[in-house]
Nanobody
Framework: QVQLVESGGGLVQAGGSLRVSCAAS????????MGWFRQAPGKEREFVTA????????YYADSVKGRFTISRDNAKNTVFLQMSSLKPEDTAIYYC?????????????????WGQGTQVTVSS
């Protein structure tokens, strides 16, 4: 059974920074694309960012471009999301996911494995 476990969420003031991590275990695709999504209360889950297996290709939602950075350490089966200049509207549960696609994709249905999520709360 594939498991993706997020960690590092918490409470941070607006303008601050936070890094969340996602550790994968079990069998996934040989070279999975990894993505981050988020969901705020009353809203649909939305794409945040994604990264190819090699790390050479990344894709960011306009809402986080320039503020968030995705990276991965394949030796540790871990993907990271570094968040800076955080805004209250970034408050959400953040989920990581794995896809068989070669290149980053924002399409939710392209991701087959999901973590349980980690809460990120940005205060004003």
């Amino acid at each position: 059974q594939v498991q993706l476990v997020e960690s590092g969420g918490g409470l941070v003031q607006a303008g601050g920074s936070l890094r969340v991590s996602c550790a994968a275990s079990g069998r996934t695709y040989s070279r999975p694309t990894m993505g981050w999504f988020r969901q705020a209360p009353g809203k649909e889950r939305e794409f945040v960012t994604a990264i190819s297996w090699s790390g050479g290709s990344t894709y960011y939602a306009d809402s986080v471009k320039g503020r968030f950075t995705i990276s991965r350490d394949n030796a540790k089966n871990t993907v990271f999301l570094q968040m800076s200049s955080l805004k209250p509207e970034d408050t959400a549960i953040y989920y990581c996911a794995a896809s068989s696609r070669f290149l980053p994709t924002m399409t939710l249905s392209s991701y087959d494995y999901w973590g349980q999520g980690t809460q990120v709360t940005v205060s004003s």
